[in-house]
């Protein structure tokens, strides 16, 4: 415990190119265990990108992408699937299997280790969905039995399922009601303080952003222009926080 | 970073520290399970203060260790026990298992059955669909969708020219060397041109064409349609007062009925090429000649009834396209088990229609000698 700590996520000189545009350009940005890092930018900034790029999804045109200190892109096999267990992703827009029930989706990623038996698989299932506030009837519906806010329960759900160390949420709150947000604020917080959890998170909704990230980075201009703590960044000068902060006022 | 979980009795108590999270138990799974059931049996006071990381995971493994009840003597931390009483509080529903019942193949069968009459009763509505379209259009011809029409012209058409062309010949070769070897051996040879005349315009040709057009636009039809469905643009079509039908539907079904019969007309033509070269490779009939008996050998009523086949042929398959794209359900496993049925069910129907063609057109186009 007393060595220096290898940080999560660790980005330097990034630059990322899709269809000859650049959608980032020489980006740093470093996440140390356990910070929340509500990630925010106006749309089409590419924070969805960014996310990809964590995962691996997305080659780097030039740059390094390190999780928990190895290189997601060279990686190989055996040792990148032991990296990508460690984490959990919530996309943008689910993503559920369209062909599983809720209980399924849930499961796969369970089912997939191979090594733990149905009813513990259905302890955990049943207790994610509680989680996330789904009943336990939902878990039979169909991902297109859903509705928008349920499909974001449930494949939070879903990224909870294998205890990840790393939490990657796009928009988890979108589409939420406000008393959904804040349980789903409550939740994260809960299991950031029993497990250690490390969060990065896009958010564009004020108040999830104040009640639950330690830090904020600001994606502008293809680089991360401003990163620290949630108090010094929403004091500082910047465009897209002065939007925040008259967001979390209204 | 991360200590291994370890299970230690010491004085009477079980003592557990370490991480218990998915990850660290899972490398030593069945050694941790038979500790914790021999603990679990001797009965001993429960130790977990000096657990560092306790995940759901792992409450579940130990509630379950714990025959679903807390043990008389626990020493745990507050935010732990929270982690354990939120797995014991979670309500399972009750499992449903399946057993073995007499009546399940009674059922099978008989959803089957009901399935195989739903689907006839789905193919009329679509046909009865497109009827009702046709009546409109006439009424209102500057709705009629062209641009949709032609595109489908052109997918299904012209695109399929050399897989037809390719094809088509290479059967015409293979029939007439064939054919051609059998026929010698009588010293029948001016015959070829009757086998292969008849064969190709009347039954081949046809299809070999609906076969190929079924594999190749059927299925793109039905997957076109079933994709549609599955990311609801079919729904943001009806939603700015849009007819599926018409827009959809049935320029697919006007257009594959157009193109059929000219595709079976190019495809009867190229193999018609191909046994040409053959019988004239092997019976040294020539060019000129085959032509010209194959007027006599072939009565016109052949090509009739080949262009006919072709015609009802493409509205057969592009019926039975959108009737399964129109059923796909917004998943992907539906979307895949519509693309296969699609194209299965549109070559047996051909198969099948063939056959009926046969039935009631035997005292045509065959010259009495
Ligand atoms: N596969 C792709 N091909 C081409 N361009 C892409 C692709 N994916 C993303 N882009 C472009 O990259 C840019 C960033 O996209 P990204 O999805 O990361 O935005 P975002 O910041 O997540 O926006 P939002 O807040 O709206 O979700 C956009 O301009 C988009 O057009
Ligand atoms: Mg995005």
């Known amino acids: 415990m007393t060595a220096p700590s290898i940080p999560v996520v660790e980005m330097r000189g990034l630059a990322t190119r899709i269809g000859g545009r650049d959608i980032h350009r020489n980006l740093d940005l470093v996440v140390e265990k356990g910070q929340v890092v509500g990630l925010v930018g106006s749309s089409g900034s590419g924070k969805t990108t960014l996310l990809r790029q964590i995962l691996g999804l997305l080659q780097p045109s030039e740059g390094q992408v390190r999780l928990f200190g190895q290189d997601v892109v060279t990686a190989g096999g055996e040792m990148r699937r032991n990296l990508l267990r460690r984490l959990g992703v919530l996309f943008q827009g689910g993503a559920l299997f369209s062909a599983l029930s809720v209980f399924d989706n849930i499961a796969f990623p369970l089912r997939e280790l191979r090594r733990l038996d149905e009813d513990w698989i259905r302890r955990l299932v049943y207790l994610k969905l509680q989680m996330v506030e789904l009943e336990p009837a939902h878990g039979k519906l169909m991902p297109a039995e859903l509705s928008g806010g349920m499909v974001k329960r449930a494949a939070l759900a879903r990224a909870l399922a294998m205890e990840p160390e790393l939490l990657l949420l796009d928009e988890p709150t979108a589409g939420l009601d406000p008393e959904r947000s804040r349980s789903f604020v409550a939740l994260i917080r809960a299991l950031k303080s029993e497990l250690g959890l490390t969060v990065i998170m896009v958010t564009h909704d004020p108040e999830t952003l104040a009640g639950l990230a330690t830090h904020i980075a600001v994606l502008a201009g293809g680089r991360i222009e401003t990163f620290g703590s949630q108090a010094d960044v929403m004091a500082a000068e910047h465009p897209v926080v002065e939007a925040f902060r008259q967001g979390g006022k209204g | ?369």
């Open chain 2, 1 to 369: 970073m991360s200590e291994p979980p370890r299970l230690q009795i010491e004085s009477g108590r079980v003592v557990l520290s370490g991480d218990w999270t998915l990850a660290s138990i899972l490398p030593t799974l069945a050694v941790l399970a038979q500790q914790l059931d021999d603990a679990q049996k001797s009965c001993l006071d429960w130790d977990l203060g000096t657990i560092t990381r306790l995940d759901s995971a792992a409450a579940v493994f130990l509630w379950r260790t714990w025959n679903e009840s807390w043990p008389s003597k626990l020493l745990i931390s507050d935010m732990h026990r929270h982690v354990i009483l939120r797995v014991a509080e979670t309500s399972l529903p009750n499992a449903v298992h399946g057993r073995w019942d007499f009546r399940r193949p009674l059922e099978t069968l008989g959803a089957a059955v009901i399935g195989l009459f739903l689907m006839l009763r789905g193919l009329v509505v679509v046909y009865g669909q497109l009827l009702l379209d046709l009546g409109y259009l006439l009424r209102h011809p500057q709705e009629m969708p062209w641009k949709e029409v032609s595109a489908t012209i052109y997918k299904a058409g012209a695109q399929a020219l050399p897989v037809t062309a390719l094809v088509g010949f290479l059967i015409g070769v293979t029939i007439s060397y064939l054919s051609a070897l059998q026929l010698r051996t009588f010293g029948a040879d001016l015959f070829i041109v009757n086998i292969l005349g008849i064969a190709i315009i009347r039954e081949l040709g046809p299809v070999l064409v609906a076969v190929l057009v079924a594999g190749r636009s059927g299925s793109a039809m039905t997957a076109q349609i079933g994709v549609m469905r599955v990311t609801e643009e079919i729904d943001a079509l009806a939603a700015m007062g849009i007819s599926r039908s018409i827009r959809i539907v049935l320029p697919k079904m006007v257009a594959l009925t157009i193109v059929l019969p000219l595709l079976v007309m190019w495809a009867s033509s190229i193999a018609l090429l191909g046994g040409m070269l053959s019988a004239l490779l092997q019976l040294d009939i020539s060019l000129g000649f085959f032509v010209d008996s194959l007027q006599r050998a072939v009565p016109v009523a052949n090509l009739v009834i080949g262009l006919s086949k072709g015609l009802v042929f493409g509205f057969v398959i592009a019926w039975v396209a959108c009737y399964f794209g129109l059923r796909v359900k917004p998943n992907t496993e539906s979307l895949s088990a519509n693309t296969t049925a699609s194209v299965v069910t549109a070559i047996t129907l051909v198969i099948l229609v063939d056959a009926i063609f046969a039935i009631f057109t035997r005292n045509f186009g065959i010259p009495q000698l």
